[in-house]
């Protein structure tokens, strides 16, 4: 089954996928996290090993593609790719956390100028998540996290990164999370918990959807 974590910058979906991943390995449950950047790793990526780069490389040139629209084609041909080969393995014994996936992206995408009704369209032409775990937090509390990690891209594409410029296009991303979780159905969850607890929560819900996962459903994405 595949478990999409979602939520805006500084939510801590980095951190709670990487933890989620190792308490249900713990556990004995067949996981694996998977993120964008992994077109670069040719074992969980295959099929992208003709991309010869570093992280750092890539999301620079990521950045500096002309349009909204031109960059997320590419992160969502990027998410398409590392997780088919990845649920061409599913079974009710495995699970694929994937830390994002096309959520916040989209959305800020969209704020950067893509057609929102095309954004969610081509969206919705990836697998979609069996479950989608919206981590929800304050964009005050996500800068106190990330103040001193920050990028353009999480600040509007204020090169200076200035604080209102990350709490005004974090709570732009949020609206449309917030609009889409209603829709779609997520589970929201409450993201000021302490790690251990979120953690907590998160197996405890993944174990739930997979006690009901039907193999061979696939979830679609209502636009």
Same mark, same amino acid.
């Given at each position: &089954? ?8 500084? *939510?801590? $979906? ?25 077109? @670069?790793?040719?074992?969980?990526? #295959? ?20 349009? =909204? ?9 990027? &998410? ?11 079974? %009710? ?9 096309? &959520? $916040?992206?989209?959305? =800020? ?11 969610? *369209? ?10 989608? @775990?919206?981590?929800?937090?304050? #964009? ?5 996290? $990330?103040?001193?990690?920050?990028? *353009?891209?999480?600040?509007? &594409? ?41 953690? *907590? ?7 739930? %959807?997979?006690?009901?996962? $039907? ?9």
């Amino acid at each position: &089954m595949l478990v999409a974590i979602a939520g805006a910058d500084g *939510a801590g $979906k980095t951190t709670l996928s990487r933890q989620v991943e190792q308490a249900l390995l713990h556990m004995g449950v067949e996981a694996v996290r998977l993120d964008r950047f992994d077109i @670069l790793n040719p074992t969980l990526s #295959p099929a992208s090993a003709f991309i010869d780069t570093d992280v750092q490389t890539l999301r620079n040139s990521v950045l500096q593609m002309p349009t =909204a629209t031109a960059r997320l084609l590419f992160m969502l041909w990027s &998410m398409a790719v590392t997780v088919s080969s990845h649920l061409d393995q599913a079974d %009710a014994s495995r699970v694929i956390i994937y830390d994002s996936y096309w &959520m $916040k992206h989209t959305a =800020a995408e969209i704020i950067f100028g893509a057609d929102e009704k095309a954004a969610l *369209a081509t969206a919705s032409l990836l697998p979609q998540p069996d479950i989608t @775990l919206y981590i929800k937090l304050r #964009p005050e509390e996500m800068y106190r996290r $990330k103040h001193d990690d920050l990028v *353009a891209y999480e600040c509007g &594409m204020d090169p200076a990164c200035h604080p209102e410029s990350f709490l005004q296009h974090q709570r732009r991303i949020l609206e449309r999370l917030d609009s889409w979780s209603q829709r779609l159905g997520w589970q929201e969850i409450d993201g000021t918990q302490s790690l251990d607890a979120l953690v *907590a929560e998160l197996v405890r819900r993944i174990g739930e %959807a997979r006690a009901t996962w $039907k193999c061979g459903e696939p979830a679609t994405l209502a636009l």
